[in-house]
């Protein structure tokens, strides 16, 4: 666990902007001017567009003007959130392609590894041995099935103990975990 001694406390993030993390969903408090503003970018954004046409059909072009620049700032918060959003989708994309072809070469290999053991000898075992070494293993790949299996004994039901002679009477361990 880290230690709280190694933060000064007076290095305080003063900006309003986040470190990291999910800026989209994140919940901000605006100071405008005309008071704090809370909710998600999106959110701050729309409430600032509103208080810019409240003020533009008052006739307060300051104001309008002011509500306008807040709204554009939330805007490109919001915009350069989604860029990197959606530069993480496609590298993550990107990895999955490349794992996806990794997995058809390997597939590939596996097929043309049978494909001339199968050919090159007569003998399934032989060809089974050829694919063992080639991979490593004892598993030919195919699925067991229950066909495959052998048949199991089928078992005895079991028995059961007699009741006690006594009627309504309760075993000890009965009467032991109901106290």
Excluded: C, W
């Amino acid at each position: 666990m880290r230690s709280s001694k190694s933060r000064s406390r007076g290095n305080k993030n003063r900006n309003n902007r986040p470190s990291g993390g999910n800026i989209i969903n994140r919940v901000f408090d605006s100071s405008g001017p005309d008071g704090k503003v809370r909710g998600t970018p999106q959110q701050i954004i729309e409430k600032y567009n509103q208080l810019h046409r409240d003020a533009q059909l008052a006739g307060d072009r300051v104001a309008a003007e002011n509500f306008a620049q807040h709204a554009e700032h939330y805007t490109r918060m919001l915009s350069e959130a989604q860029r990197e959003v959606d530069k993480a989708r496609e590298e993550q994309e990107e990895q999955n392609r490349q794992r996806q072809a990794e997995r058809d070469r390997e597939r590939a290999e596996r097929l043309r590894a049978q494909e001339e053991a199968s050919a090159g000898s007569s003998d399934g075992d032989a060809a089974q041995t050829t694919l063992d070494a080639a991979f490593g293993s004892d598993d030919n790949g195919l699925v067991e099935t229950p066909e495959d299996r052998p048949a199991k004994k089928p078992r005895k039901p079991r028995q059961r103990k007699p009741k006690p002679e006594g009627g309504d009477a309760q075993p000890a361990e009965a009467q032991a975990a109901s106290d």
